[in-house]
């Protein structure tokens, strides 16, 4: 596998900017998400790395050396799109088989056989090797397109929304296998997409990119915890993060001009009064969307508290984030 580092990587099309001066280092057998919404830099970050484009300045750097004269066979990356991109003539098998049969990796049938099987059993499409790519459902269909990517063992796998155009079901059937692949393998990953959900589960590192520039990089836990701005605020969390305004509960710190509560940093019982406007039962928790002095705000409760629409409570904040006129985290 491979460590990555982008060194004041810029590229722009035409007027339009994808990337600008963006520097990270993507650790050996680290699964790296790149977050953020469309237009933010994403996929032309992905493809500056495959080789696909070309940046106006800056180098990328794989095991320690620039990479910028390969072209992508030469990278050794493997890429998987968000559409299948399957030969729909050809089995599952021979599918799979395609990228071992490269005229630079001259890889000996014995092998490309054994890869095959080994990368079938663990996407769980053995059975279905000799349908034509055509008869699969879409989740398999993916499957089989991760699986040619996995049969390569590059330094690299890029991932660019493979999952977006599946169910919920798959998307979070598939979540859990790459992450497990992950770990099985111990290989090094980039993985694009806005959805903060697949970010949350299967990272250990984020990148959050916002208008082609990267505002945020690390764990997890510390960009949830620790964002730098409300933008990064408000990319991971489910509810998205309440931002009210920084005076309503008092004693906002200087310069501050929002506060932001994620819904398990609020106390019920005490504070601000507001009103119930809606109550959604979803099961294991139930969501309240309330107004507090003009402003909405959702919060989570327990599924069996037996509040309804109309109802009154009082709400305080607990561990909130504020932030100032521009969105910048005010310590």
């Known amino acids: 596998m491979a460590e990555v580092v ?30 953020g919404p469309t237009g933010a ?16 300045q800056g180098d990328i750097f794989i095991n320690g050396q620039s990479v910028l004269a390969l072209n992508p066979a030469q990278r050794d990356v493997t890429v998987v799109f968000q559409q299948y991109s399957l030969y729909p003539h050809l089995s599952v098998r021979e599918n799979l ?3 071992l049969r490269s005229p630079l990796l001259k890889t000996p049938q014995e092998e490309i056989d054994r890869k095959i099987k080994e990368v079938a059993e663990v996407l769980h499409i053995e059975h ?7 008869e699969l459902s879409g989740g398999e ?8 990517a996995l049969v390569r063992e590059p330094n690299i796998y890029l991932m660019d929304e493979p999952l977006s155009s599946l169910d919920a079901k798959l998307r979070a ?27 949350m589960s299967m990272a250990t590192h984020i990148g959050v990119l916002q208008n ?8 997890p836990r510390e960009i949830y915890n620790n964002p730098v701005s409300q933008y990064v605020a408000e990319r991971l ?11 309503l509960f008092g004693n906002a710190p200087k310069g501050a001009k929002t506060i932001g509560l994620r819904t398990e940093h609020i106390v019920l019982g005490r504070g601000v009064k507001g009103r119930v406007n809606r109550v959604e039962h979803l099961g294991d928790h139930t969501r309240l969307h309330m107004s507090l002095a003009g402003n909405d705000l959702i919060v989570v409760m327990d599924p069996h508290n037996p509040v309804s629409r109309g109802d009154t409570l009082a709400i305080s904040p607990e561990n909130p984030i504020y932030f100032d006129a521009n969105g910048i985290r005010v310590l």
Do not use: C, W
């Open 128 to 134: 279905k090797l000799d349908n034509k790519a055509v």
């Open 97 to 99: 088989a395609f990228p």
């Open 173 to 199: 059937e598939l979540r859990i296998e790459l992450k497990r692949i992950h770990q099985s393998l111990g290989a090094t990953l980039l993985y694009v997409t806005h959805d903060q959900i697949e970010a």
């Open 237 to 247: 969390g489910s509810p998205r993060i309440n931002v009210l305004p920084a005076d």
């Open 212 to 219: 082609g520039k990267l505002v945020q990089f690390g764990s």
């Open 41 to 56: 830099g994403k996929t032309t970050t992905l493809r500056l790395i495959a080789g696909l484009e070309a940046p106006d």
């Open 6 to 35: 982008l060194e004041n990587l810029s590229k722009s099309f035409g007027d339009t900017v994808g990337v600008e001066d963006i520097s990270m280092r993507i650790p050996d057998g680290a699964f790296v998400v790149i977050l």
């Open 141 to 148: 269909m993916q499957r089989v397109a991760i699986g040619r």
